[in-house]
């Protein structure tokens, strides 16, 4: 038989061999997919086997070898094996690699005889030891297998389990001792976890009915990271009882043996067909959730980086419904919490937010903050918690701004009034307004020191296929503010010092700020070479280029013992273009003096 198609290729013979039937594989993948519920790609695999079936003696002598293999959201850089057995004994080894810089690494070997497979492993992951203790023992137990203890150490941590495969109940018992949550990383990356967990895990797997269970866990130090924050450590006490028509879960959140947060919850009549998830999302739902305590321990978790929300918090909910479609009621509210963005700058402090939730969403009845010496913010909006987990929270927000400082980078800082309205869809976000510009601060020659790596597009030629896929450029905000202002726009840098009025645009992202529009000089002065020139004429024109480098048109006089001195200043921000005249005409000689001054502050 010869395959190929679907990213498969090879052969596979039966043939009579001398001592009995032949059987003879070899395959080829080549990004090779196969669907189902969790999709299974290859990028690269191979697999070649040769086998012989006889009435006395049955051999097998296989090996493979894959790379860049993806099981729904699982990655697995490299695998490799190799089999022989006869008569159903024998040994295999294999070799387990995460994703291509991820420092996991795994040996595995297991030993194979009739009604008994021994199975040790050991390897390392973010440069800590994986070992087994006690290795994993299978043996044939009517008609299923039961493992006898086996326990796997990991960072001073470890976990032990036991259980029974086949017949008429699965068993899984596990028990864990501050085992780190960072091997969820392994199978699910980018996750940041941190923090230990320990306790008891049983689950029961009947044959003929839907799985029940209880856990009994306790999680230190709970965390998530991310490029630029870290949630606060939480401990969590967490009791779940699963059965077969209902789950009941309880959970208290502590900081510091403080508790912060309690939660009880129960999902009546899971219907008794398909997988567990389906289940739990159509029961019937009640829980209940009270929370007093610091609001970025939870924002972190699964609000997304570009703002941070601290301060402190208080929260009482009672949820009906269905996971998939909850319906909350209760209240929120605080008096001193803090919004702020590393991205932009923005700096909200003592916001007093009053909300009360209705269905999925949490109504913002009123909320007042402020920023700067003097500013003001307040305003009314929503916060969509449907979807959680899989994207961040919706967020409408409707601002009224009242010399508020909204922008302060080391680049560029804004002082507005108006009205701003703050829309995200969990993934993604905007940020719009019509507003008037009542100060502003734009230092020429600093965009470049500030702006992030750009995103450049790319095609690889013959990417290594351990490599993970490439994640998708992470959301992110967008401008869209229109400003006009009529002073009080300064620009600082390259010698200038100078008040501005300008009509301007902002738009792309906060990652990329871009502007557009034009900047008129209003009055100045100018400093090159030790002297100070009076600035007579001034344009400043933005054409969207991110990071910002807009076109000048600058002109500066000084007058000495009866010469006029001008400096003409043109090019861009980032690549100006310095012109030297007087008047009457100074000798070629002095003004490639004064030339030679401009190369030396250059360098």
Do not use: C
């Not at 029961?204 to 606060?232: C, E, F, I, N």
């Amino acid at each position: 038989v010869r395959k190929d198609g679907g990213g498969l290729a090879g052969t596979i013979d039966l043939a009579p061999e001398p001592a009995g039937q032949g059987v003879f594989l070899a395959l080829q993948a080549a990004n090779a997919r196969f669907g189902g519920e969790k999709p299974i790609i290859i990028s690269q695999g191979t697999l070649d086997a040769r086998g012989v079936i006889a009435s006395n003696a049955t051999t097998l002598s296989a090996s493979g070898s894959g790379q860049g293999i993806s099981i729904g959201s699982a990655f697995i850089g490299r695998t490799a094996f190799r089999a022989d057995l006869v008569n159903g004994s024998g040994r295999i080894t294999a070799s387990l690699a995460g994703r291509r810089g991820s420092r996991f690494d795994l040996q595995m070997q297991g030993d194979i005889a009739p009604g008994r497979i021994a199975a040790l492993a050991q390897g390392e992951f973010a440069g800590r030891r994986i070992v087994m203790p006690r290795r994993a023992v299978f043996t044939r137990e009517d008609a299923g297998w039961r493992l006898a203890p086996a326990q796997l150490s990991f960072g001073g941590g470890r976990a032990i389990a036991s259980g029974r495969w086949g017949g008429r109940v699965g068993e899984l018992d596990l028990a864990l001792a501050d085992l780190p949550l960072s091997l969820v990383d392994i199978v699910q990356k980018d996750m940041g976890l941190g923090g230990t967990a320990s306790g008891l895990v049983a689950l029961r797997l009947p044959a003929d009915g839907p799985p029940t269970g209880t856990a009994r866990l306790q999680v230190k130090g709970l965390t998530r990271s991310g490029l630029l924050l870290m949630s606060r450590p939480l401990d969590v006490a967490l009791v779940v009882d699963l059965g077969a028509q209902s789950l009941e879960t309880r959970a208290v959140l502590r900081d510091g043996g403080q508790a912060l947060g309690r939660f009880q919850g129960r999902i009546d009549g899971l219907a008794r067909p398909g997988a567990l998830a389906d289940r739990l999302l159509q029961g019937a739902l009640f829980a209940q959730v009270r929370y007093a305590g610091a609001a970025d321990a939870l924002w972190r978790l699964v609000a997304p980086e570009e703002f941070d929300l601290t301060g402190p918090v208080a929260l009482a909910a009672d949820v009906r419904g269905t996971l998939a479609d909850p319906r909350i009621a209760g209240t929120l509210s605080s008096q001193a919490l803090r919004l702020r963005s590393p991205l932009t700058g923005t700096d909200v402090s003592g916001i007093s937010a009053q909300g009360r939730f209705s269905g999925s969403r949490l109504e913002l009845t009123g909320f007042s903050g402020r920023t700067g010496e003097r500013g003001q913010i307040s305003g009314s909006g929503s916060f969509d918690l449907a979807g959680l987990g899989t994207r961040g929270p919706g967020i409408d927000l409707r601002l009224a701004a009242r010399d508020a400082l909204v922008l302060d980078r080391a680049d560029m800082a804004a002082t507005v009034t108006g009205p701003l309205r703050i829309v995200s869809d969990g993934t993604r976000g905007t940020i719009a307004g019509r507003v008037e510009l009542k100060s502003a601060r734009w230092r020429l020659g600093r965009a470049a020191t500030v702006a992030e790596l750009p995103e450049i597009r790319t095609r690889e030629v013959n990417r290594r296929a351990d490599y993970a896929p490439p994640a998708s450029p992470a959301a992110t905000w967008h401008y869209l503010i229109d400003t006009e202002g009529n002073n009080r726009v300064h620009v600082e840098g390259l010698g200038l010092d100078s008040e501005w009025s300008a009509n301007l645009r902002l738009r792309g992202t906060t990652r990329a700020p871009a502007i557009t529009g034009t900047a008129s000089l209003l009055r100045g002065d100018y400093e090159f070479a030790g002297k100070q020139f009076d600035l007579t004429r001034g344009r400043i024109a933005f054409a969207g280029e991110s990071p910002p480098d807009p076109r000048l048109d600058i002109v500066a006089e000084a007058i000495e013992s009866g010469v006029t001195a001008r400096v003409s200043v043109g090019g861009t921000a980032l690549r100006p273009e310095i012109r030297f005249s007087s008047t009457p005409a100074l000798p070629e000689e002095e003004l490639l003096n004064i030339s030679q001054a401009y190369r030396t502050l250059q360098v």
